[in-house]
């Protein structure tokens, strides 16, 4: 609605994953890099944490983007579920659809045919729990372990990513042999002031804006409503943009963003 009036080929602003968009800080970097090297030296587990809309997610689509065909992954987007129900999600996302066994033996059997087939097929597999820390049964988290013993001679036949909210490190925590079997973790910050700036400029850029919109000030004022979280980022700035238009302002300014910032909610 807005498009036109700011010289925008598209909204800039969206909460999706869509990684056009992707902006990658020294933080996203750093985590996109060790998710990465989990998988490429089949280092069995990983885990990311980090507060709700911080860029997880993201991640992850931008990880499977990167490692292509060569892959097969299953992403299970929502694992409160018994730990029966999360080895049937994971058979299923990997695109088994029909006759699912029901007992973890012979789920469990499934999904080690499925490694091996992908092995056989030339390819490595990647099992991705997002949102990890809403699992509440540690019996999953122990199911999750025992999904790492399937493993030929010298390899896992998986790697296993966890992905949630900063609970989840004390989820892992609890359980020790699982805890120990991951190999590499990362906790991802918000975004500093000075990332603020470059991923709303980024963002812009990529929906074809060339001149500024928000200057030095009203990204201050952004970064301080927001706490450099992008999902903030995303809704202040697309309110303010909204609100801007309405004015028919040229730019926007810290009165707006303070305005936008009382729609946010949560
Ligand atoms: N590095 C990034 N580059 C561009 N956009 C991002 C980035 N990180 C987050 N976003 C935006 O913020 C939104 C929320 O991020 P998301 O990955 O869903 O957070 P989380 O999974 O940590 O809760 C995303 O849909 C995306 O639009
Ligand atoms: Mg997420």
Redesign the pocket.
């Known amino acids: 609605m807005y498009e036109e009036y700011w010289e925008l080929s598209k909204k800039p ?7 056009e ?5 020294s933080e ?1 970097e750093e985590a996109l890099m060790r998710m990465r090297y989990a998988v490429q030296e089949c280092l069995g587990a990983a885990m990311l944490s ?11 689509w ?1 990880l499977l983007a990167e490692l292509g065909e060569n892959y097969k992954s299953a992403v299970v987007s929502n694992p409160a579920l018994d730990a029966t129900e999360l080895l049937r999600e994971i058979c299923y996302q990997f695109g088994i659809k029909e006759d699912l066994p029901h007992n973890k033996t012979d789920l469990m059997h499934l999904i080690d045919r499925i490694l091996r087939n992908n092995i056989n097929d030339g390819k490595d597999t990647v099992v991705i729990i ?2 990890a820390h809403l699992i509440g049964d540690m019996m999953v988290f122990e199911e999750l372990r025992l999904l790492l013993n399937l493993h030929l001679k010298d390899r896992f036949l998986l790697t296993l990513i966890l ?1 949630g ?1 900063p609970e989840l490190e004390e989820k892992i925590t609890n359980n020790k042999q699982l805890s120990q079997r991951i190999a590499i973790k990362y906790h ?1 910050d918000r975004l500093n002031k000075e990332d603020t700036k470059n ?1 709303i400029y ?2 812009l850029k990529v929906a074809g804006r060339t001149e500024a919109i928000f200057n030095e000030e009203t990204i201050g004022a952004i970064f301080e409503v927001s706490g450099g ?3 903030r ?2 809704h202040i700035c697309a309110m303010s943009l909204v609100i801007g238009f309405g004015r028919k302002v040229k730019t926007i300014d810290a009165s707006i963003v303070k305005e936008a910032a009382e729609s946010l909610v949560g």
């Open positions: 602003f969206q909460n999706t994953p869509d990684h968009f992707l902006y990658l800080s996203h980090g507060v709700f809309g911080c860029g997880k997610t993201m991640l992850v931008a997002d949102e992905v909210q991802l991923y980024h963002r979280i992008p999902r980022i995303n």
